[in-house]
Structure formats: C-alpha cells, structure tokens
C-alpha cells in the first residue's frame, strides 16, 4: 500500500505536527507533502521521510512570510502529484483536506479544524482594527472566495475525522459532512508530574502560539486583576503589540525546549486556556504534569478539562471573570494524581491505535 500524508506546513511542532508524528511512526514508508518545509522545525520522526513541497516553498521569504501567501495556498495545494497513492491521509487546518486524489485512492482527512479565519473569524484576523480599514475590505472577498472554494471542495476527502464534538459541529455546518471523532494524541509519557516541585514563584503559564484568536490579551489583563504573575511560552506575529500593552508582571519567554516548557508546567500553579479552542493540546499536556487548568468554558475545553477536578471552566471571556476564577484555582487543592489519571486518557498508544482502526475501515470502503 502506498500512502500519502499531507500536510498544511511545516514550520513548527504544534498539536497538528503532533498528530502527524504519530501517523508518520505508524506509516514508517509514507511520503509526505506539504505546501512550506521549514527544515529542522519538526522532530525526526517527521523529518525523516520523503518529504514534497509546492511552488510556495519558493517564494521570497516564505519560512517568515509564509501566511502572507494564502490566498495561493488553494492552487499549490491541488498541484500536488498523488497518483501513485492507493490511501491519502491529510491533516488539515487550511487548504490540504481539498488535494485532488486519484479515482482509486481513498481520502481520509483527519480535520483540526475548518479554517478559522474563512468561516467564523476572519474579524479576529483581518478586522480593521488589526490591518487597517482597506486591509479589511480588501480581505473581506479574498476570504469570501476562500470559504466559497472550502467548501466546494470540501467532496475531495472520502471521509472526516474530527480532533473534538466541536469541531465535528463545524464541519456539519460548513461541509454539510458528517466526522468520526478521535481525540488528538498527548505524549503522557514526556509530560510528567515532576518528583517533587517548590511553587515558591507561584506563577499561571500560556503556552501559545501568539496569534488573534489565542486571545492571550484575555490572560493578561486577568492576571493583572488578579496579582498574579503570568509567563507566557509562545511566539507569533501578535507579540510586539502584546507586550506593548503588558505590564511588567507578564514575562514573555519565546519559544522553549520540549523540556523547559515541561518544567514551567511542573511548576505553574495554574495553566491557562483563555481563547476558545477546536481541541487544546496545552491543558492535557499541563494535566498530564499534574497542574490543574483554568480555561474559558466553549469549544474543545469543555471535552478535556472536568470542573472542579481538573481546573475550572469560565463561563464568560472577560478579565474580571477569569480573575476570579485564577483566585479560586489558586485557593483549591486540586489532586495532582486525580488530574495525571485524567490526562492519560488522551496517551499517543490511544490515538495510534483509533486511528489505524478507522484507517482500516476507510481502506475497506
């Protein structure tokens, strides 16, 4: 059998890339595709095999500008060459759900999600706020056309697989398609309660890439209301503006080693979640290190963080709300083993295994 995986881009390890580092131990004689390879940026599971990228990755620089070329992404993606393929296994957030597959192959899309900023937050994105007044009108039909081109493609893939309820709902309402949930996987393994940890800097933790919809803003003003210290692991075009408007109780720390990163949750008192997520791969991991969650009550938390047991769910996004909701974290004993127990649900052996079953279905079809 020779199998296809396809890939957005790959210019980091996120929740995506680690859902395809488990498909790629699993497909060891796979070969991947991908619009942009930043190489050295993903581990060497992925990086080891045969790897195609498109016409993108040639573009002026792309590994620093490569979200500026979107409005291509659609024709790069539907160049890719897939005939020699029986299985295709796309891991998409953006444009790959949509690769031209060849009349004998079987197309299983494992969907992150519909692309946010083409559907429900182009405003997150592209508001006027954010890019100016003609910025947003000369955005507004270029993501128009984007979304009509989604979902008139959205037939490409044979069958979805959706990393959470909520994202299933979206592809209902969107691709009118229904979707199989396998909840992403969280290596319980690496993240670990550490053998013994001195909160004395008692300090919430965002692990996030910086972009709009993380709402990392949220989690700041909070955590000024709160008077409590706030480090933030992440990197992305929001930083400058978000630092611009910290105060300095917010440490910004850039992007960190597996490890530290590994460190800072065995060590925060409490781990935060303030924007509303398809899945959230962050409070499994911070669960997983035993350290209980506050996170805003909508999307893919309300799958993953139990109230009262694992953290605590925010009914509103508001400073004042999540405020309050760090105090009653912090005055909380929360059972570090209760949370780990929680957290190995969601190992990499599960997924690993839930996926390859559906694959085998999907074959079969």
């Not at 890339?17 to 581990?43: I, K, Q, W, Y």
């Not at 954010?130 to 009509?148: D, E, K, T, Y």
Request: hydrophobic share 40%; proline share 6%.
């Amino acid at each position: 059998m020779n199998v296809a995986l396809v890939h957005d881009w790959l210019t980091g390890m996120r929740g995506g890339e680690n859902v395809l580092e488990v498909l790629c131990e699993r497909f060891p004689d796979a070969e991947l595709f991908t619009l942009v390879h930043v190489r050295g940026s993903v581990s060497p599971a992925i990086e080891r095999l045969r790897t195609h990228t498109s016409f993108i990755q040639h573009l002026p620089f792309v590994k620093r500008l490569y979200r500026q070329y979107l409005p291509l992404f659609p024709a790069a993606v539907e160049q890719f060459d897939l005939d020699r393929f029986d299985l295709i296994i796309s891991t998409s957030h953006c444009c790959v759900k949509s690769v031209v597959r060849p009349g004998r192959a079987r197309h299983l899309c494992y969907c992150l999600t519909p692309m946010r900023y083409a559907w429900d937050q182009f405003d997150a994105y592209f508001g006027a706020e954010r890019i100016g007044r003609w910025g947003h009108r000369l955005m507004r039909p270029v993501m128009a056309r984007l979304a009509r081109w989604d979902r008139d493609t959205s037939g490409r893939a044979d069958r979805y697989v959706a990393i959470s309820h909520h994202v299933a709902s979206r592809i209902r309402r969107y691709y009118n398609r229904n979707a199989t949930v396998v909840y992403p996987p969280v290596d319980t393994n690496f993240f670990r309660p550490a053998a013994s940890v001195v909160n004395d800097d008692r300090y919430a933790l965002v692990v996030s890439a910086l972009v709009p919809y993380k709402r990392i803003d949220l989690a700041i003003d909070a955590c000024r209301l709160a008077r409590v210290p706030l480090k933030v692991v992440g990197d992305g075009p929001e930083r400058p503006r978000l630092e611009r408007s910290a105060g300095p109780e917010a440490a910004f720390l850039g992007r960190r080693s597996r490890e530290e990163v590994r460190e800072l949750y065995q060590r925060a008192v409490v781990v935060l979640l303030p924007g509303e997520e398809d899945f959230g791969i962050v409070p499994l991991e911070a669960q997983a290190c035993g350290r209980p969650v506050v996170a805003l009550g909508r999307g893919g938390a309300v799958e993953t963080v139990v109230p009262d047991e694992t953290g605590l769910l925010v009914d509103e996004p508001t400073p004042a709300a999540f405020a309050e909701a760090i105090a009653r974290a912090m005055d909380r004993r929360f059972d570090s083993d209760a949370i780990r127990r929680h957290a190995e649900r969601f190992s990499r052996a599960r997924f690993a295994d839930e996926i390859e079953a559906i694959v085998n279905e999907t074959r079969a079809w």
